[in-house]
């Protein structure tokens, strides 16, 4: 028997490749007893339709304008805004898992997964269980932890795609010497050369 609106999972998808997200939106469609109530592409859309909409869970991609989909589950937590993260990513790192599990994700899961099991994911999840794809999960526990704070990812982040230490003093609010520790820091813990490699080295990583 079809599930009752009211009883539905109410789920807000968020992923900045338009394709990918109408394919997320039609494939939960069909399901009775899920309904997607709203779709964003960006971190801050998200944010903001999560508020207007009040979900039940949230499925989002890592990389998006504005706010990734870590940072997107970290703001979530720090709200505490009732809603449960399913990362749907590309990138099979356990670095981004731990990240995300950091953040206060309850699924992690990879886009070349079958499709019927994202539904199955979304039940469980909202039933309070963990959905971690499995081998990442064993991953995890043998990945050197990650060494950078998030000031220092930040920086580095905005170093690695060509930001001079002016601009990224500018867009962080912070003193252009502030940087220049922040990234001295990173490199060093990356055992880097300089910004370029450590950034390299921690987007290879899942730190970044």
Same mark, same amino acid.
């Given at each position: 028997?079809?599930?009752?609106?009211?009883?539905?999972?109410?789920?807000?998808?968020?992923?900045?490749?338009?394709?990918?997200?109408?394919?997320?939106?039609?494939?939960?469609?069909?399901?009775?007893?899920?309904? #997607? #109530?709203?779709?964003?592409?960006?971190?801050?859309?998200?944010?903001?339709?999560?508020?207007?909409?009040?979900?039940?869970?949230?499925?989002?991609?890592?990389?998006? +304008?504005?706010?990734?989909?870590?940072?997107?589950?970290?703001?979530?937590?720090?709200?505490?805004?009732?809603?449960?993260?399913?990362?749907?990513?590309?990138?099979?790192?356990?670095?981004?898992?731990?990240?995300?599990?950091?953040?206060?994700?309850?699924?992690?899961?990879?886009?070349?997964?079958?499709?019927?099991?994202?539904?199955?994911?979304?039940?469980? #999840?909202?039933?309070?269980?963990?959905?971690?794809?499995?081998?990442?999960?064993?991953?995890?526990?043998?990945?050197?932890?990650? +060494?950078?704070?998030?000031?220092?990812?930040? #920086?580095?982040?905005?170093?690695?795609?060509?930001?001079?230490?002016?601009?990224?003093?500018?867009?962080?609010?912070?003193?252009?010497?502030?940087?220049?520790?922040?990234?001295?820091?990173?490199?060093?813990?990356?055992?880097?050369?300089?910004?370029?490699?450590?950034?390299?080295?921690?987007?290879?990583?899942?730190?970044?």
């Amino acid at each position: 028997m079809p599930a009752s609106k009211r009883d539905k999972i109410r789920v807000l998808l968020a992923e900045d490749q338009t394709m990918v997200l109408g394919a997320l939106a039609a494939l939960l469609e069909m399901e009775d007893d899920i309904e #997607v #109530v709203a779709r964003a592409r960006t971190g801050d859309e998200a944010l903001n339709l999560i508020q207007q909409h009040r979900p039940s869970i949230l499925i989002t991609d890592i990389e998006m +304008p504005t706010m990734t989909g870590l940072e997107l589950a970290g703001e979530l937590k720090r709200r505490s805004l009732p809603v449960r993260v399913i990362i749907l990513t590309t990138f099979a790192r356990a670095g981004y898992l731990r990240r995300a599990l950091d953040a206060g994700a309850s699924g992690y899961l990879l886009k070349d997964m079958p499709a019927e099991q994202l539904a199955d994911a979304v039940r469980r #999840v909202h039933r309070g269980l963990r959905v971690i794809d499995p081998q990442l999960a064993a991953e995890a526990w043998t990945e050197e932890p990650d +060494p950078l704070t998030e000031r220092e990812r930040q #920086v580095l982040r905005l170093a690695g795609e060509g930001m001079a230490s002016s601009d990224i003093a500018t867009e962080l609010n912070l003193s252009e010497g502030t940087v220049r520790n922040y990234l001295s820091e990173a490199i060093t813990k990356m055992g880097a050369a300089n910004r370029v490699e450590a950034a390299r080295l921690a987007r290879a990583k899942g730190w970044l």
